[in-house]
């Protein structure tokens, strides 16, 4: 990929989408695309074709998604999975239709099966049932998987997918109804400080393990694969290190100097027991995380108090 090449970033202004733009440019692409959604709906399939007719990019980079946690899942299965996926569909499509050379669909681990043996290879997709609490949106990233491994095999297009583990960073969303745990804990930990360090109540056990990757990094990762044609069309991207919900929560009061009590509520689910990457397929071909959990956490709690008056506009 030439560095005047036109890529076309899908959800440029989200997390994903906003950390890619600014590696891209940092690493020189001086040609990059991007469509708010009152300019583009991805959902229209009409609009979307005649984008990439009209823009013909080189690549496109599919960092567009309706997402949340636990309770956003739950409370809107159908949004999550029919949005979802009309967004990759129509992109996907469009790229196959006009000739688009590379193509980079983001997914999530959420794709592979609850009880999966840990760490998770790329294999295990398909093999076994799905945790309840998000599978409307890892049946619509699965669809989207196969769909480019399809046309991978098909019409050997260097159509690639990317499975990361959980993400947090900058621009995150810390809405606490549909935001992610990360997130999700800077702004209860820091409003509990401001409430004179009022107790704070978390979901579930605090046991299960989660992996956490900074967007940063993944943006890295996306580069990665924009610039070499990878051999195979499914790459999980991660750490390879977990850490307990608990040890995370203690990790975050301590960033923001929380000194109040911590309630686990466990009425509440916990979710899937453990969610560890196997990165080593990416990280063999040359790829590998460099930011730390506390050095992102640290990064992400800097950026949230920097922006507070943004953040606090979405209520709790």
Known sequence: MKKDSKI???????????AVWRALEAAGFNNLIGKTSKELDLRNQTEVNSFIIDEKPDAII?????VGGILANNEF?????????????????SAYENDISKFIFLGSSCIYPK????????EYLLTASLEP??????????SGVKLCEAIRNQFGRDFVSLMPTNLY????????????????????????KENNHATVTLWGSGAPKREFLHVDDMAKAIIFALENKLPEHLYNVGT???????????????EVGHTGK???????????????????KLNNLGWTSKINLQSGIKITYDWFLKNIEKVKEVKM
């Not at 009880?115 to 790329?122: N, S, T």
């Open 8 to 18: 076309y970033i899908a959800g440029h202004r989200g997390m994903v989408g906003s």
């Open 62 to 66: 599919d960092a567009a998604a309706r």
């Open 77 to 93: 299965p159908y949004q999550f999975l029919m949005e979802n996926m009309q967004i990759q569909n129509n992109l996907i499509h």
């Open 115 to 122: 009880l999966a043996e840990q760490p998770l290879k790329e």
């Open 133 to 142: 609490t998000n599978e409307w949106y890892a049946i619509a990233k699965i």
């Open 169 to 192: 960073g900058s621009f995150d969303n810390f809405d606490l109804k549909t935001s992610h745990v990360l997130p999700a804990m800077i702004r209860k930990f820091h409003e509990a």
């Open 240 to 254: 390879g290190i977990d850490i307990t919900i608990r040890q995370l929560a203690e990790n975050i009061q301590k």
């Open 262 to 280: 911590i309630d686990w509520d466990t009425t509440k689910p916990d979710g899937t027991p453990r969610k560890l990457l196997d990165v080593s």
